[in-house]
């Protein structure tokens, strides 16, 4: 879909790989100017050649989401540079360890939180007004299945993804009547990526669909248009 996106800024959370790397692409080459952040700048500099080869744009931004003042800094340097914002992708999390509820390590499972859920709340605060200055904007959260059906060892990861998906529902309810600002929460599903075989390591991942098979749903549902609240499971 070269061209629809054209003129359009987008930031890309966890960028560096996965599902982030691909979506980043997929609006790169549907014309928009993709910023990258994630903590690691050597992977975010192989995303930006590879948009930068496909006749792309994009911008890397390295940072810790775990570090309010970065988010904020970055939010000021884009509102310096363009004013606007037209699409977050929220795609940033840590899996953590998978054990019983009762062996949960706490300073892991509030690392676990921090990044999933706080993170996000301050992305969504630095980010709002630029946003609203897009006149269209989009923010798409990246969920798991684990944060609606809880799963026998995955009470942290499970239950940050249900505060995730619940900050969110709110934030697409508040934003329901001001036709500015629609938000969705999107299920990718079991895809090959780093995250997916560090939670199944005997899986064969030839038998897992494509980060990019994830990217090209998000990029239709970006230039096709949704209503604010949507939710959605890519097979």
Do not use: C
């Not at 790989?17 to 692409?25: L, Q, S, W, Y």
């Not at 997929?26 to 014309?31: K, P």
């Not at 709110?170 to 001001?178: D, F, H, P, S």
Request: without cysteine.
């Amino acid at each position: 879909m070269p061209g629809q996106l054209e003129g359009q800024i987008a930031l890309v959370t966890g960028a560096s790989r996965g599902i982030g790397a691909a979506v980043a692409e997929a609006l790169a080459q549907a014309g928009a100017h993709v910023i990258l952040t994630a903590r690691t700048s050597a992977g975010l500099e192989e995303v930006e050649e590879r948009i930068h080869k496909a006749g792309g744009t994009a911008t890397i931004a390295p940072l810790d989401l775990t570090d309010p003042d970065s988010i904020g800094r970055l939010a000021q340097a884009i509102a310096g540079r363009w004013e606007k914002l037209d699409i977050l992708v929220l795609n940033a999390a840590m899996l953590g360890t998978l054990a019983p509820v009762q062996h949960l390590d706490a300073k892991e499972f509030a690392q676990i939180f921090t990044l999933n859920v706080s993170a996000q709340a301050a992305l969504i605060a630095a980010f709002d007004a630029l946003l609203r200055k897009s006149g269209q904007a989009r923010l798409i959260g990246i969920t798991s299945s684990v944060g609606a059906s809880p799963r026998a060892f995955w009470g942290a990861y499970g239950a940050s993804k249900a505060a995730f998906n619940t900050l969110l529902g709110a934030y697409a309810e508040e934003n329901r009547n001001t036709g500015r600002l629609a938000v969705a929460i999107i299920d990718p599903g079991a895809t090959r990526t780093k995250m997916r075989a560090q939670a199944y390591p005997g899986e064969d991942p030839a038998s897992l669909k494509s980060p990019d098979d994830v990217a090209r749903r998000i990029l239709l549902l970006l230039t096709d248009g949704f209503e604010t609240g949507h939710t959605e499971r890519i097979g």
